[in-house]
T-cell receptor, first 117, second 116 residues
Framework: DAGVIQSPRHEVTEMGQEVTLRCKPI?????LFWYRQTMMRGLELLIY????????DSGMPEDRFSAKMPNASFSTLKIQPSEPRDSAVYFC???????????????FGAGTRLSVL | AQSVTQLGSHVSVSEGALVLLRCNYS??????LFWYVQYPNQGLQLLLK??????LVKGINGFEAEFKKSETSFHLTKPSAHMSDAAEYFC??????????????FGTGTLLAVQP
């Protein structure tokens, strides 16, 4: 398997612009997580989905952030409008809730480094 | 509620020395425990995982961790550090049962430096 795939790897944008980050989870995984990592705040869970349904979005910082999972193989995280304080590395991770040795293990993508100028 | 505390945001060891990274957890249910490693400009990778059974868990790259229920600890060790071990290490806890079992609570990370 190719693992969790995120795109783009780097994104530079200007304040006020819309930003869309994309994630393709590992095939067969039924959980998908979006995290944000910064030096100041560390690794923060933003939102996670189970079977394409958002379960907990309490980590989404404000209404400018939204996430969707239209099908089992694709998710987006959108920021509109973007602000300089949104600059961070955004990670997507997926896992399987089914029984077995791999249960609960989260597999991370390589991340998207976002810079908002 | 679950939480994780990693003692020491920065740890420095000499090459060949023992590596000890500390993790304490809090959980109202028997936990799943994890150690992840993050190399520069990469995502997190699983080092090892404890679910049930043997309390000493061996992972990749010579790392191991011991689950100590009485101390609510899950410290990560490696007998002899290698330069390639320099990275950030995250401890994480997850719950059991139905519902949000696949959600993990991550610690704040420990940055390991290995001196030649």
């Amino acid at each position: 398997d190719a693992g969790v795939i995120q795109s783009p790897r780097h994104e530079v944008t200007e304040m006020g612009q819309e930003v869309t980050l994309r994630c393709k989870p590992i095939s067969g995984h039924d959980y998908l997580f979006w995290y944000r990592q910064t030096m100041m705040r560390g690794l923060e869970l933003l939102i996670y989905f189970n079977n394409n349904v958002p379960i907990d979005d309490s980590g989404m910082p404000e209404d400018r952030f939204s996430a969707k999972m239209p099908n089992a193989s694709f998710s987006t995280l959108k920021i509109q409008p973007s602000e300089p304080r949104d600059s961070a590395v955004y990670f997507c991770a997926s896992s399987s809730g089914r029984s077995g040795l791999a249960k609960n293990i989260q597999y991370f993508g390589a991340g998207t480094r976002l810079s908002v100028l | 509620a679950q939480s994780v505390t990693q003692l020491g945001s920065h740890v420095s060891v000499s090459e060949g020395a023992l590596v000890l990274l500390r993790c304490n957890y809090s959980s109202s249910v028997p936990p799943y425990l994890f150690w992840y490693v993050q190399y520069p400009n990469q995502g997190l990778q699983l080092l090892l995982k404890y679910t049930t059974g043997a309390t000493l868990v061996k992972g990749i790259n010579g790392f191991e961790a011991e689950f100590k229920k009485s101390e609510t600890s899950f410290h990560l060790t490696k007998p002899s550090a290698h330069m390639s071990d320099a990275a950030e290490y995250f401890c994480a806890v997850g719950g059991r049962g139905g519902g949000a079992t696949n959600k993990l609570i991550f610690g704040t990370g420990t940055l390991l430096a290995v001196q030649p």
